[in-house]
């Protein structure tokens, strides 16, 4: 008996501890909009009809029309001729919180040679999200609809489990969807650096 408490305990713990260092994944319970469906909601975000897509290294990104935090609107083509970050993420998932040193270090190095993040949140409060910007410094846009796996342009996009970072070529092409750790300055750096020759 004692050995198999042990054993569902050590299960526990190794399956708690593949969780935290993989991501957080979607709830099973929630469902994708209906395809051939045209998305909107009250904050204004939007994503293309035909229901959701999978973006693969190489394809280009299409375009989006969202509302950030403030209310402005944000679109994927303003940042044409960008290095852009989209970067699916909620405050409440460790994995992401552990990324942001990563980010904001190369925001600060990257920002004035064309390096651009946009926040996808996926978190239903915007009271702890703000509060969890500020205490982080984090002064990037930030796309949220208080929808949480709901938000439309995560579930256009297929998205599953975050952190999902997404590094977009100012082709507009998706170059990674894993910009993140110790791999993402470089990839940013490769980026800028192969686009501007």
Request: net charge negative; charged share 25%; proline share 6%.
């Amino acid at each position: 008996m004692k050995s198999s408490i042990a054993y569902a305990a050590a299960f526990t713990l190794v399956m708690a501890a593949s969780l935290w260092l993989a991501g957080c994944g979607g709830s099973s319970e929630e469902k994708p909009p209906e395809k051939n469906q045209e998305s909107t909601n009250e904050t204004g975000s939007f994503y293309p009809p035909g229901g959701p897509i999978e973006v693969e290294k190489g394809d280009p990104m299409g375009d989006f029309t969202a509302t950030d935090i403030n209310g402005n609107r944000v679109s994927l083509s303003d940042y044409k001729g960008k290095v852009v970050l989209l970067d699916f993420w909620a405050s409440w998932c460790s994995p992401c919180e552990r990324e942001i040193p990563n980010m904001k270090e190369a925001y600060e190095k990257y920002r004035g040679k064309g390096f651009e993040i946009i926040g996808v949140s996926l978190d239903h409060d915007q009271e702890s999200l703000n509060e969890f910007l500020k205490a982080n410094d984090v002064d990037w846009v930030q796309i949220f609809t208080g929808h949480g796996w709901e938000t439309p342009i995560a579930i256009h996009y297929s998205v599953k489990a975050i952190p999902e970072p997404w590094l977009i070529g100012k082709d507009g092409h998706l170059i990674t969807k894993e910009a993140r750790g110790e791999y993402l300055e470089p990839l940013v750096k490769q980026a800028l650096k192969e686009e501007s020759e």
